[in-house]
């Protein structure tokens, strides 16, 4: 069973970095696919980014390219969200999530079976 944990978060200048974790506390981690997506104030969930059980693939939505990078720590079985350059636009509740399935799209939100408890990120002007 996987049991998706998030941290990291809160208040941001614009310009600035933060860091999210996901850590599961399951044993089959390793072989799942992970997703982050994000809702915006008023708006509908969005993908974010997602990385293959392997590692070796990822995937990132255009807005945030260049900006954002998504890695795993098999170990700690945890993956991270590193977010430099934060805008006001990326202000919303951000969510992780899994899914076994290593072949699908990665950015359905309809794909993933399992979801974090979600985490707020706030990027002031």
């Known amino acids: 069973q996987v049991q998706l944990t998030q941290s990291g978060g809160e208040l941001v200048q614009a310009g600035g970095s933060m860091r999210l974790s996901c850590t599961d506390s399951g044993r089959t981690w390793s072989t799942y696919a992970m997703g982050w997506f994000r809702q915006p104030p008023g708006k509908e969930r969005e993908f974010v980014a997602a990385?293959?059980?392997?590692?070796?693939?990822?995937y990132y939505a255009d807005s945030v390219k260049g900006r954002f990078t998504l890695s795993r720590d098999y170990a700690k079985n945890t993956v991270y969200l590193q977010m430099n350059n934060l805008k006001p636009e990326d202000t919303a509740a951000y969510y992780c999530?899994?899914?076994?399935?290593?072949?699908?799209?990665?950015?359905?939100?309809?794909?993933?079976?399992?979801w974090g408890q979600g985490t707020q990120v706030t990027v002031s002007s």
């Open positions: 999530a899994a899914v076994q399935d290593d072949s699908g799209s990665y950015v359905d939100d309809n794909e993933y079976e399992y």
């Open positions: 990385i293959s059980w392997s590692g070796g693939s990822k």
